[in-house]
């Protein structure tokens, strides 16, 4: 089993930045895919960037392209979302994901690994 671990999260003001960390931690398997996905009071969860396995290929949703960058250290096992130039429609729940594999999936369903969730609010 994994287990997946966000950090990074608050309340900040238009315009600031957060970084979120992800540490996957149990019985890994040897090629993680991960994703970041938020989900906002009355929608869906929806995906915000992806990385693949080796991370030179990322995803971003067209509203964050510019402001926010995905990252991870394979050595530690961990991914980061650098979030600049927040909005207050960036508001949500973010939530890590993992999936077996090298190639990301913009599809949530596809994810086999979910952290808890943080919180991300952002005040205008």
């Known amino acids: 089993q994994v287990q997946l671990v966000e950090s990074g999260g608050g309340l900040v003001q238009a315009g600031g930045s957060l970084r979120l960390s992800c540490a996957a931690s149990?019985?890994?398997?040897?090629?993680?895919?991960m994703g970041w996905f938020r989900q906002a009071p009355g929608k869906e969860r929806d995906v915000v960037a992806a990385?693949?396995?080796?991370?030179?290929?990322?995803y971003y949703v067209d509203s964050v392209k510019g402001r926010f960058t995905i990252s991870r250290d394979n050595a530690k096992n961990t991914v980061y979302l650098q979030m600049d130039s927040l909005k207050p429609e960036d508001t949500a729940v973010y939530y890590c994901?993992?999936?077996?594999?090298?190639?990301?999936?913009?599809?949530?369903?596809?994810?086999?690994?979910w952290g808890q969730g943080t919180q991300v609010t952002v005040s205008s």
């Open positions: 994901a993992a999936a077996s594999g090298m190639y990301y999936s913009t599809d949530p369903g596809q994810y086999d690994y």
């Open positions: 990385i693949n396995w080796i991370g030179g290929r990322t």
């Open positions: 149990g019985r890994t398997p040897s090629r993680l895919a």
